[in-house]
């Protein structure tokens, strides 16, 4: 059996995250800024009691992550995750594997870490890893952006600090009313801005503490859950003591088990899967999208390959 390396692991994270641009954090990922970027830890951790994520966010940022505290996250925590964003963006070949771990929790591609990663497939995943590697999604990502990002970090790195700063300073004042309050507290070095800057803070922490408790209300009195009818979901309301099964959420709702036959068309015109499956015993079902696996919301439907096809859906009957 071929053995699933590191490599592998790095370029199953880089296909989540152009997945994960098109989803529920599309904000954050479509342009992964430092600032976009620290927002999403935020999210990613502020219900997070997986141990080997905690430890991943403890080595990348040599603090531990607390949501009951606040955090010094400053400049340095900024440029750390510009690492991250370099990886994203295909703008180095050769990360550190702390910014790989942390890039693999921020698109929450599972199982991970890597030594979850490595261990759990079984060999029609790694068939799939294998077919992946030959493909161009999968090809290394150079461009003139890494030509770019080598001189800044390299000859040039005094010349282009204030540019960093200035733009790490931008990203910070666009995105401060985003962060969730009591986690993650942006620090300015320097005593610049005296009372006016002072005013303008709090101000700005008034204004989104206001529509936090907005936020949170109109959640508390969110009723729609959804309910897995056997082929697709159905919206229904919480129970009186406001518990649900799986809670609604649009991304996933037009999900549907489809029955799969001789006419179907599997791949679009540049090759890419129209059709999602999860491997039941010796069976496979299909489905019409990505999504968490209606019956065991900790498993994810994959994209079909020809090798999956050939091997569970060569018989498939025609249709009517």
């Given at each position: 059996m071929p053995t699933i390396t590191f490599e592998d692991y790095k370029k199953a994270i880089k296909a989540k995250y152009e997945e994960e641009k098109n989803g529920e954090y599309s904000n954050n990922l479509n342009s992964p800024t430092s600032a976009n970027l620290r927002n999403l830890c935020v999210k990613r951790f502020d219900s997070n009691n997986d141990k080997d994520d905690l430890i991943t966010f403890k080595s990348f940022f040599d603090f531990p992550f607390?949501?009951?505290?606040?955090?010094?996250?400053?400049?340095?925590?900024?440029?750390?995750?510009?690492?991250?964003?370099?990886?994203?963006?295909?703008?180095?070949?050769?990360?550190?594997?702390?910014?790989?771990q942390l890039a693999a929790i921020l698109v929450d591609l599972r199982p991970r870490p890597f030594k979850e990663f490595q261990k759990q497939l079984d060999p029609d995943e790694i068939k799939l890893i294998e077919e992946l590697r030959d493909t161009k999604h999968y090809k290394n990502e150079i461009s003139s952006l890494t030509l770019i990002d080598e001189v800044e970090t390299g000859n040039f790195h005094d010349s282009k600090n204030k540019e960093v700063e200035q733009e790490v300073?931008?990203?910070e004042n666009q995105d401060l009313e985003k962060i969730p309050a009591g986690i993650f507290t942006p620090i300015k070095k320097g005593g610049e801005g005296g009372i006016n800057s002072g005013l303008k803070r709090s101000l700005i922490i008034a204004a989104f503490l206001l529509g936090l408790t907005l936020i949170v209300y109109l959640n508390m009195s969110q009723k729609d859950c959804m309910q897995w009818m056997g082929d697709h979901y159905e919206k229904i309301e919480r129970s009186d003591d406001g518990y649900c099964n799986t809670y609604y959420d649009?991304?996933?709702?037009?999900?549907?088990?489809?029955?799969?036959?001789?006419?179907t068309e599997f791949f679009d015109d540049s090759g890419r899967a129209k059709v999602w499956y999860i491997k039941i015993g010796n069976s496979v079902e299909c489905y019409n999208q990505f999504a968490p696996y209606p019956e065991n919301t900790q498993r994810f439907l994959k994209p079909i390959t020809q090798h999956i096809i050939d091997r569970y859906l060569s018989n498939r009957p025609k249709c009517n």
């Open positions: 607390d949501k009951d505290k606040k955090n010094q996250f400053g400049d340095d925590e900024l440029n750390k995750l510009e690492a991250v964003k370099r990886f994203f963006l295909g703008r180095t070949e050769n990360p550190a594997e702390d910014t790989i300073e931008q990203e649009a991304r996933y709702f037009d999900l549907k088990k489809i029955e799969v036959c001789n006419t």
